[in-house]
């Protein structure tokens, strides 16, 4: 029962005897949260609630308000520190301790700086920098409130569940003061053998009830809510950041090429931090993140209250026993923080060995068919086996640092039952003080230990917390790094001024998203950007690295592409053509020189492998647009991207014309068991269950519907016969040419303006359907040549299409 557990929970909290500098991180905490913000309410809820408990008190006048309280509840902690004794030394936590749980947490220090420095090495940051100096713990409680506070700010509902629960919290915490009361009363009644007052206190007891149990559970359910609407906001905001400006691609490209994978490495290159395991950060430590914020705020906010009454009491009774509590408190913090420092970088390593693990099982299971094709399970098992080793060998360490903390702080628990009654046993023998005395100031002294014993009880899962601020900020100034539209002045969490940074004005979009000296500028305009010319891509004086920058793949390219004048990308295997696609995309920016082209909506790439998204066979076709987008569907503060709406509306028999186009008009029947329009709502993993050569098909059908005006094809026909890739550029011919024929008076309706492609790819055959060729040889050597009449495209196969 609530109430029950309350005060067995309440009895607890004097047992719990630890110490720390609760002080410390609690004024450190209420005086930002005082003082950073306008949180006024805050203050006056918790200085109303002191003054309430203080009256109460003062009611209460039985030789002192306050020393009554002492007395009452040091009654009931002298029981239980005297079994206390009796039990083996570990810890007792109390209810209400921070529970992280088995998720762990982590920064590792060559990631938490994020300054550039090369400190790989994980092991090497076991050093100083370790160490929690005040100067860290406030810069630490900085980063903190960087993430934590525009959830606040900006989430309306937040803000009224957080209100909600420090209400909620002051109550169920007058619940439990009146409880105590109640309680104290009731025994005395017994001891007394009071019959009339013992009945008296039965029914005060059940009247709390009623009040008090619905209390305490709608605390409990508030707090959760906030918890949940919290996670949702957050770890939706870090998606937004992840998404926006294709960031998620700059971290992994930057990530692989530094070539830490391999070696399950983190730390930065070349001014850019280096992000592992982006999907655990995104889940596991923003969630962790968020629980843990709400459990020690709570935890703190409670400690205070209790710390200032108690402080109160203590000093009453004993002035001397309070310089004690303050030194010996002291002592704790200093040795614990010594003793478990080393458990900082270890929880880091504990998270990311972990991951990796995770990770390698992942892509196991995604590549299944291609290693059981090899029969490659032994050397997949041989790595498994040797991320295993890692996770094994790091708890091991940690198992035995905490061994070493845990006989300090056992030893220090111990004591906490002598130092009061050393303290004062003087006064006891000179005669000056009863008994009684003793029990209320050891009651008092451990409750003032238990609220300043943070570190002490906790340090292993505070570590774990600080570790993962560390590295969720690591990863969300990583995200505001890489992306272009975002400058370092810009907050943690503050959603890019352009989302999407698509390009609607005249003027064109400078995107400069390498961090080193040189990277390629990519314009964005909207076209056609040369009056009468229509020219759709100008690429100037480019020279093209790869991400690590180690290589040179293309130097000195000058093109431009008019509208109609379809290009044929050539050269020998690894010379750059992809790579030149890529810096096209925005992908690649590491070189120099410029590359202009139109929006980024009107341009389509066509990889070589085509992603199938998750969903129905329509949503394939359809990809990356989508029927309609609906802010209900999204979190609060959710801010929706307008780049991919459907331009035009297709019915499903649209859609059926043009998986014909594209020769896959038995798929929906197939799927769909002889209905079309069931199987073009079928659900599948179309990745898995299309051969290539259909998804590439499919993705062709993708351009009919998503109508650009530039397509970019990266051997998107590689896994065709000859006769379907005609078709394919068959069609893209058609509709490069029919609108500018015709206009829009298709049934499915064309792009406007006609179609302009680029291809890269090997087969002669390509060279039919283009009219320009550009053959990379490597470097500076390149020639851009036109293509030979004779290539025309076979009537046989375009007959179709026509
Ligand atoms: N992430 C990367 N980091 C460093 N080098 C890379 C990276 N990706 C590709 N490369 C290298 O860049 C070179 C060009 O690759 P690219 O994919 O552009 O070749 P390609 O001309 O398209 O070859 P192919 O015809 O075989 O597809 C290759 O030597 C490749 O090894």
């Not at 508030?222 to 926006?244: G, K």
């Not at 940690?398 to 006989?407: C, G, P």
Request: with cysteine; glycine share 6%; aromatic share 8%.
């Amino acid at each position: 029962m609530e109430m029950g557990a309350e005060l067995v929970s309440a009895t607890q909290h004097h047992v719990d005897y630890r110490c720390h500098i609760k002080y410390a991180i609690t004024s450190l905490l209420l005086l930002l949260i005082t003082t950073k913000t306008k949180m006024n309410l805050l203050r006056v809820v918790v200085f109303a609630y002191q003054l309430l408990l203080a009256t109460a008190w003062g009611s209460n006048n039985v030789g002192g308000g306050i020393a009554g309280v002492a007395s009452s509840t040091s009654g009931r902690r002298h029981y239980v520190a005297a079994a206390k004794f009796a039990l083996p030394p570990h810890y007792q936590r109390s209810q209400n301790k921070f529970q992280l749980n088995s998720v762990p947490n982590g920064g590792g220090e060559n990631e938490l700086n994020g300054d550039g420095k090369d400190d790989d090495n994980i092991s090497n940051t076991n050093n100083e920098e370790n160490n929690m100096t005040l100067e860290k713990a406030s810069e630490l409680i900085g980063t903190f409130w960087s993430m934590a506070y525009p959830y606040y700010k900006e989430s309306q509902p937040g803000r009224r569940l957080f209100y909600g629960m420090i209400v909620l919290l002051i109550m169920n915490s007058s619940v439990s003061v009146a409880f105590s009361y109640i309680s104290k009363d009731f025994w005395n009644a017994l001891s007394t053998k009071d019959t009339v007052e013992f009945y008296n206190m039965m029914t005060k007891f059940g009247a709390a009830l009623v009040v008090g149990a619905p209390v305490a559970v709608l605390y409990r359910f508030q707090r959760e809510q906030l918890a949940v609407h919290w996670r949702e906001w957050m770890t939706d905001r870090t998606l937004q950041l992840y998404n926006s400006n294709r960031v998620y691609y700059a971290l992994e490209r930057d990530f692989f090429a530094s070539g830490k994978e391999s070696e399950g490495e983190n730390g930065s290159k070349g001014g850019a931090t280096l992000i592992d395991n982006p999907d655990q950060r995104i889940t596991e430590d923003v969630r962790t993140f968020t629980a843990f914020s709400l459990q020690l705020f709570i935890e703190l906010a409670r400690s205070m209250i209790d710390l200032v009454s108690f402080s109160f009491i203590l000093y009453s009774i004993q002035p001397q026993l309070f310089a004690t509590i303050i030194g010996y408190a002291a002592f704790g913090t200093v040795t614990t923080s010594l003793l478990g420092r080393s458990l900082l970088p270890l929880n880091f390593l504990k998270l990311r060995t972990e991951a990796d693990l995770r990770y390698l099982l992942v892509r196991i299971r995604e590549n299944a068919e291609s290693i059981a094709f090899y029969g490659g399970e032994d050397v997949e098992g041989k790595e498994v086996s040797t991320r295993l080793r890692k996770v094994v060998d790091n708890k091991r360490e940690i198992n035995v640092k905490q061994r070493n903390l845990e006989l300090f702080t056992t030893c220090y628990n111990y004591f906490v039952q002598i130092v009061p009654v050393a303290v004062v046993a003087p006064q006891y023998f000179a005669g000056s003080i009863q008994l009684g005395v003793i029990s209320q100031s050891v009651g008092a002294f451990n409750h003032i230990l238990n609220d300043l014993s943070v570190i002490v009880n906790d340090f292993e899962q505070l570590s774990s917390f600080s570790a993962g601020i560390e590295r969720l900020s690591t990863f969300l100034t990583a995200m505001r790094d890489a992306d272009p539209s975002r400058s370092s002045e810009d907050t943690l969490l503050a959603l890019p001024a352009e989302f999407n940074a698509t390009s609607i004005d005249d003027e064109p979009v400078k995107e400069e998203a390498e961090i080193s000296n040189e990277s390629i500028q990519l314009n964005l305009q909207k076209m056609p950007f040369t009056n009468g010319d229509n020219v759709l891509m100008q690429i100037n004086q480019l020279r093209l690295n790869t991400p690590d920058r180690n290589r040179v793949l293309i130097d000195n390219l000058d093109l431009t592409i008019r509208e109609g004048q379809h290009l044929l990308i050539v050269g020998s295997s690894g010379c750059g053509k992809s790579s030149l696609l890529r810096a096209i995309a925005g992908l690649w920016t590491a070189g120099s020189g410029s590359i202009t082209r139109v929006t980024d909506d009107e341009v389509y790439f066509l990889p070589q492998r085509p992603y199938c998204a998750l969903g129905s066979l329509k949503d394939q076709l359809l990809y990356p647009s989508t029927e309609s987008l609906n802010a209900d569907d999204y979190p609060d503060g959710h801010r929706l991207s307008r780049s991919h709406l459907l331009r035009q509306s297709l019915t499903d028999q649209d859609l059926l014309d043009v998986l014909d186009m594209v020769d896959l008009h038995e798929l929906p029947y197939r799927f769909g068991d002889g209905d079309p329009i069931k199987g073009l709502n079928e659900v599948l993993d179309w990745g898995n269950t299309l051969s290539l050569g259909e998804q590439q098909r499919l993705a062709f059908g993708r351009l009919v519907v998503n109508k650009p005006r530039l397509v970019i094809c990266d051997e998107a026909t590689s896994a065709l016969d000859v006769a379907s890739e005609a078709k394919m550029y068959s069609l893209l011919r058609n509709m490069a040419q029919k609108d500018l024929k015709r206009g829009e008076d298709n049934k499915v309706a064309l792009s406007p303006s006609g179609l302009t492609f680029i291809s890269v790819g090997h087969r002669p055959s390509l060279l039919a359907y283009h009219d320009i060729k550009l053959r990379l040889n490597g470097g500076a050597d390149y020639d851009v040549t036109q293509i030979e009449k004779q290539s025309v495209l076979p009537q046989s196969l375009t007959s179709n299409f026509m």
